[in-house]
């Protein structure tokens, strides 16, 4: 029997986003404007030997919440349960990445320097994109060597709003600014 992968999705501020989820919980949060979305879904489908439900179950109630409150400016930390999928090398890029704390950066080659390997910067950079739970696993704040904003699968604007939210600045933060 086939275990079931539920499917919904929530609006945010900068855009709806999709959630997938086991009985174990989030293994998906991504921008519906994602190019390689539907081959996410179907990969994870594979992985999980998983039928895809559209609904809920036990986390996204609590995702969704969390996520508000993060909007809100009155979380930081999100304790809902992540499944992380990918590579050993990517898993351990992602852990780190939930290191980084609110409303700081760092730069790939930090990053790389970090993990124990200065020369690993673009496999650190690729492991970054392929990151299938944004904002849980903050890759927004991850910047280039020269502080530019790069690299973002949701795209650059929604990493300066991201990263605008979480920023001293207590004005709200605007989408294009």
Known sequence: MSKILVH???????????ILATDRGICLLEFDVRTDLEEEIESLKKQFDAVL??????HTPELKRQLKEYFARRRQLFS?????????????????????????????????????DVKA????AKANGSNKIAI???CHRVL?????LTGYAGGI????????????DTRPADLFS
């Open 8 to 18: 919904t999705k929530t609006e945010t501020p900068i855009g709806e986003m999709d």
């Open 53 to 58: 439900q559209i609904g809920e179950n036990q």
């Open 80 to 116: 809902v349960p992540t499944i992380l999928t990918g590579t050993d090398f990517q898993k351990k890029v992602w852990i780190d990445l939930k290191k980084i704390p609110y409303g700081t950066t760092r730069s790939y080659k930090e990053q790389a320097e970090k993990l124990g």
């Open 121 to 124: 910067i673009r496999a650190v």
């Open 136 to 138: 849980l696993i903050p």
């Open 144 to 148: 280039g060597s020269d502080g530019k």
């Open 157 to 168: 604007d929604r990493k300066r709003f991201l990263l605008n939210l979480e920023g001293e």
